[in-house]
């Protein structure tokens, strides 16, 4: 059993940058896939970004692709997602996943979620 647990949300100026964290507690992560998700009121939750457990391969929306930045680190069983240049439309409740083998941008890849946290960008 995993358990993640959400940080870093808040209320940001578009423009501006937020630094989300992810900490993983109980069954090591280090052999899963780690991601991103966001929901926004009345949308369907959709995958903005994704690490593989090798660090090696990065997966990205375009929506968010050269704005947001994952990164993991095993040793704090963290993952963390820069966000700059945020938008207005980037607004959600971001959710880290975890449990998949490998990176998918479906969120039935994944046994885990956290609670959530929210992130509102205004104009």
């Known amino acids: 059993q995993v358990q993640l647990v959400e940080s870093g949300g808040g209320l940001v100026q578009a423009g501006g940058s937020l630094r989300l964290s992810c900490a993983a507690s109980?069954?090591?992560?280090?052999?899963?896939?780690l991601a991103w998700f966001r929901q926004a009121p009345g949308k369907e939750r959709e995958f903005v970004t994704g690490?593989?457990?090798?660090?090696?391969?990065?997966y990205y929306a375009d929506s968010v692709k050269g704005r947001f930045t994952i990164s993991r680190d095993n040793a704090k069983n963290t993952v963390y997602l820069q966000m700059n240049s945020l938008k207005p439309e980037d607004t959600a409740v971001y959710y880290c996943?975890?449990?998949?083998?490998?990176?998918?941008?479906?969120?039935?890849?994944?046994?885990?979620w956290g609670q959530g946290t929210q992130v509102t960008v205004s104009s």
């Open positions: 690490i593989s457990w090798s660090y090696s391969l990065t």
């Open positions: 996943a975890t449990g998949s083998t490998v990176v998918s941008r479906g969120p039935r890849a994944y046994n885990y």
């Open positions: 109980g069954r090591t992560f280090s052999n899963y896939a």
